[in-house]
């Protein structure tokens, strides 16, 4: 409800063309749908190009079914994406949705309903191990499911540089890109450092001991000295996608 | 040196075009120059098209005059930028940059050389409050020096949200937002709603008590449920305005 | 025991209407009951016109159910409250008390025996996710246990503002308003300042990375620039609902 | 700007009574003020019933004497108070607002222009030690400037309980209290159980050693077993009065 | 090993009544049994008139059961006292100690051998609430099989004063007095400035939120403007008893 | 004021031997002295065998040397201890105490009227450095003026064992141990391993970097084996010596 | 690929000995194998002289079967380890490899192909309790798989000194010593006090309360004022056993 | 005092060439000079080859001035070194110590008796940035006072690899490397992982915000995953390079 649109509303008022009482009904009415529980907001993915998306952790398998529901009910024909959710919950959510695929690694959902590519380069995520692939494939299935081309380059820590730089070209043809550790920090560092493009860091929570629970790797990411490098949630591949395919739109 | 440079100098030698030693030489020889106390990259200004900077915290007078002295006589005609710095520190480097001009809020010594505009839209700069400004100035010169349109937009914080939503129409017009904000870490998460561009946070180290030095506002932009926001340390204007600038040229 | 009534006492012994031993009889003789594992302060229902309320956490069923039974068989017609029991609890509770009815996903168990409303306006209770609503649950059903009015307004987090603006009028009919947030600890931030009446904020522990369980939304609640905000421990729903009570008889 | 000013306004420009134009001006001209660096909320002022405020920490004195001359020439005769002030800024002010104060304990400069009591009842400030005071005195000040009739009751810790409970009388006059405690965090628990009206509890910085600035009271009042008592950042002696006379008003 | 002990062992050598072999041999000899996995320090026992003692945490039962064997097996008739042990744990104990007991709420098993009271004055444990009573109840049984009187207070938090206060008879009888609190880390200050006795505090973990697992009440505690309170770690009943009959003792 | 206390208050009144008014007037006299910004407890040091106590620190000069006047007024000749004082303060108090000595290290005013030994046995006073003598001379000073023996053992830390080891013998003389450190938290359980009587540990904040302002000593203090050791606050030398006296007398 | 590699490639493909297109592909071909989800480093085991090692943990037993299969295939023959493995992860990797075998206190799976002892001389792991030995083991086995005389002294903590010092003679045989503990941050601090070799110390996260998961240790073991100690991360006995090993060749 | 001393310490009184309480005083007389508020350990430096070594923080210039006196005074030739001393400190060292050198960057005093190289190998200390150079001038001059030769390569962190990779030769040809890093804890790792030799990694507190004084780099260096990396305290280059000297001598 921006100034220009209150304006042609109001100019239409004066016109005659519209009733105060409709005017006022058309200001109230926002585009979210009300589920009592939850609002959905299908005026953010029809603003902001993104999929429709359901946080399912804290709620039940019924209300991530019905909110999914009501999202394929929508006007747009985005993909619907689950994050954070588990067997049950697929379960109840493939009752309303055929198409959903469930990725159990990462625990997303995806319903997929266009192939459309609106990103205009390639995001890539990098992992520094092994046990940090779950967060990289939320990041890569978000990325892909919000119309951006994705690639995953894993086990790339910095403590064995060979194995990044045997990667350079790979990791020059990226448009954005984003980097997923728990226990080496540093990895956004060296290759924000290698590159041109933004780098969106995402620590996790994989480590142990004094790695806690993300935290190391979270301040490791906040230092870093290469100036390209911005930083999310611990473990929330999720949003460095969003991020990423923000900018990658632009 | 990618793996293209490599192929090219092996094929040269190959063909007897230069000698192994030379190669060597040219492999070695990276475009940094070593100050001893301090390696200057002029290769990463040349590079990401940044202008050259130092961080004057830790340095003395003399060493970030002897840095900016040799970045002035380097090949490009990149803006030099100075951060954190104090008086003493200019006047050592007014003496070897007759353009250089201090902003004391920010600690910010410029020296510009070039107004070409490289990014291709606005950068907006927004603080939750008055004593966030020294931070935002940093933000605002450093995107500015690197070849970017950029605008303020002071003390919008959102406990009087009016205040905010009355510059719907300038948020509106950004294509890259930094969001600066000490006690209010809710901010990024008001404006990422409220626009379709990327967000980049920046908190500050402006309160007391449970602000614990930005710590607070820091977690609040972690957390932000906005998935256009992402993160940069406390009170690094400077990061951000990096960050916003290779998004915008982008 | 305050100097009121400690001075007629004196006068009664004075003027040889009580024997000393019965005076001090009566001083001793404070209206708490001892279980011997608890101490049940009937007086403090009495005095703050609580309900009478069990906190069931470390305390076994049969222990929970025994204080319950005291309770009942006290003076007063106060509702019990049981909070942060389980299933189990519920049954053992259920055998000594059969109006009483549980909520699983606060795990509060209700004994209502009185519905006189003391409050004096109402009390809104509004969280930022779904995730949120166990929390508000505890808030909202001990705010009516206790004899208010009271309404809840789920999922209106500050990343999407319109669906907060959109229920400015419910907002602006309640007396007092308990905001529950657990990765938006910006929402009492917002609310507060759209409104002139408290707002206690109850940070939540429904976050992950980091939101450090609660404390990320706990700090920004400390640190909000809304004036009528105070705050409580991480998911205190109970004890939100309680200051909001006894702010809404004054 | 509520839904029942728009529909008066769209009416208004419905009946030609305003231009489009004129009604889009009055929506944009909200009641603040824009002095560039900071945006004077008139209208909180207003609509709060509160004293104009200055937080002056992070400005200059120059800046916070043109925010104190603005208030002044406001609409209102509400009282302007300006905290976390130092001499310097007094001086300032001084010249701006003859009738300024200066309590330099707390920091708190004081400009009258009003002194009507809009609270209801009294409102106590509480103390657990002398080291307490500064931050006791400034919600005594803001108490008392924004219309209470406040009181205070210093050094009553509860390692020494009979010092406390020898002012029962008092505390059982007021209407709100407000507690302050450095390294007694347990003070406003003593003192919410024994009454029955809301306690305010403000952690102060005063300790040493594993009192980490605050951190120990300021949990400790977290936990507070006293179900009256809700919680203000550390020092913030004037968020406590500000809650306070909001209640006091109900 | 002390001096006076060295000196009597050289003479004995210098006199010819042992040899260089023997006396190096009781050097060495120290009075512990090694199990390999674990050293049976039964001089510590000896010296400091401790009950023989296991933490079983972090041992197999085969383990617990074989050091307490050895223990029985010993020279004197210390009481044997297994901390932190669960149903397990006290099977394969009973199988090498018929008379030894379980106690499942605080995990402690006792094998008494000796009822001999060597501590001079009664120890008493304080409990602010209900969920406490597991550590008190092992600072209850340690303080007991260390020889001494000791008796409980159960449920007196400071929320409640007269609760505690009804008890200021038991309170004045104590010798010395353990205070174990969670959630009111101010139970030590309060019962601390009633009495001149030397007082134990002990923060347990059974609060929630930003109880932080004890970390409030342990800060709280250390924070005490009691100047005859001394702390222990969270949730150790045994250490605090421990000290406690040391000094009973004295 | 104990139940005893009342029984016989009331049996005068019942006896006609004390009217109601005076014996209100008498419970409410408690003995202590209000100075409106401090009140003087002298009952405790009565009761409690103290020296009179001022913590200096939050206090000015004036109300440092008006408290230590009204208690060198007082009943008693109780010796009067000002702690964490600067030269300015002792000036003041030099004023009004001829008697006042300084010891600027630990920053202790001692104002000596009373040589009497309460303490049965001697406190022993362990640092582990040089850095940690400031809390321990505070430690040391406090024992004296509270009636005990007491004596210093500097600068024997645990990563040079024998240093410690050489002094056994005044170890074991010792009746009660304060230990003292800054950087080895270790202390205190070495030397608790060596003896059978109470050590208090006292952290000191004298440590850099990951000592954390003495929260590394402090928790190695907490988690130490040695079962005779209780903790005090960081830095506090006072209080250590305040548990330490308590001890000594029973 | 260091300057002398690309020296001897240069020359070589000057003397045309080498095609260019083949001297790109070498310098590419990196000694490690990727197996997709994980990159093995052959090159770092011959390079290092280590074991090659997976860390199961956040790996399925598939995964790090199938690493473990190639790792056997490779050209060396180092011995086989992996950490933090469970029986599942073992019966996987039983199967395409019949000589490994698991230890379950600690977690690993090691299959041996070598004896050869390349360490010059004996590392000792020493531990302050039974409940750290898990973690000792660890490192225990690593040392040995890397070809390491090695032996291990357990429970041994500072409380009672005389254990450890008993084994004065074993202490002064090591070459390196790992200090394990977890509630006895200070072991590392009296060991090296004892000797003249490096000491690699180790927190554990064993203990409770205030250990806050080995942080205490961790904390305590960085502050040793012995000047021969450096520190692992948490539980970390295989990388203590790694710095270990890397001296004990030198 | 081993084993094996007191054998002959025994032989020698049995064989009546030494009277016990001559044997008596030799135990007793441990090679360690008191001087009240010191204790100096010459044994330490003959046993461990260390130079003599004073920490200047927390001690008067005086007590430094007079320990130096004595330590010249003592038997050896050692070097005499005094961290943390600032120009007070040094101008009383540089009375009793001609030959003090001393160095204001680091806060080092330098006594050179002896230029003997004990140390097999290079000791290479590394920064990642300029403002790491103290830290690493302590580690620098600490080594080489301690009879090694040592080399220093600064401003080389990861964020411009090539800056470090430039340097492979010179890092391939230390024994030990130390790597001092404030902002880049993954310094330690990438050239952990270059290499075959241990490394030492030194956080430095010479960042700022989420740097939080030196704990980012810390944990990021305690997180690492290249296993030949050991870490100390903040700040702590003389501690860094006494390991590396211990290390350097075997």
Chains 1, 2, 3, 4, 5, 6, 7, 8 share one sequence.
Do not use: W
Not at 164 to 172: A, N, S, V
């Amino acid at each position: 409800m921006d100034r220009h649109d209150l304006k042609r509303l109001l100019d239409q008022v004066a016109a005659g063309r519209m009733t105060p009482e409709r005017a006022l009904e058309r200001v109230r009415h926002l585009p979210f749908e009300d589920l009592g529980f939850a609002k959905i907001d299908h005026h953010r993915a029809l603003r902001q190009g993104y999929a429709e998306v359901v946080f399912a952790r804290g709620k039940t398998p019924a209300q991530v079914a019905t909110i999914v529901k009501r999202m394929l009910a929508g006007r747009g024909k985005q993909n619907v994406l689950v994050t954070r959710a588990d067997a049950k919950t697929y379960a109840a959510v493939k009752r309303v949705a055929r198409a959903a695929k469930f990725h159990p690694l990462s625990g997303v959902i995806a319903v997929e309903r266009s192939r459309e590519i609106r990103g205009k380069g390639l995001i890539l995520v990098v992992t520094a191990g092994t046990s940090d692939i779950p967060v990289a494939e939320e990041a890569l299935l978000t990325a892909e499911m919000m119309g951006n081309r994705a690639e995953a380059l894993y086990d790339v820590g910095v403590a064995g540089l060979h194995r990044l730089l045997e990667h350079k070209g790979k990791i020059d043809a990226a448009r954005v890109i984003i980097c997923v550790a728990g226990m080496e920090g540093a990895l956004p560092s060296v290759v924000g450092g290698l590159v041109g493009v933004p780098v969106i860091a995402v620590p996790t929570s994989t480590g142990y001991g004094a790695s806690f629970g993300g935290v190391a790797a979270l301040l490791g990411m906040l230092n870093s000295c290469a100036s390209n490098v911005s930083v999310v949630n611990i473990d929330n591949g999720f949003g460095a996608a969003c991020v990423a395919s923000v900018i990658n739109r632009l």
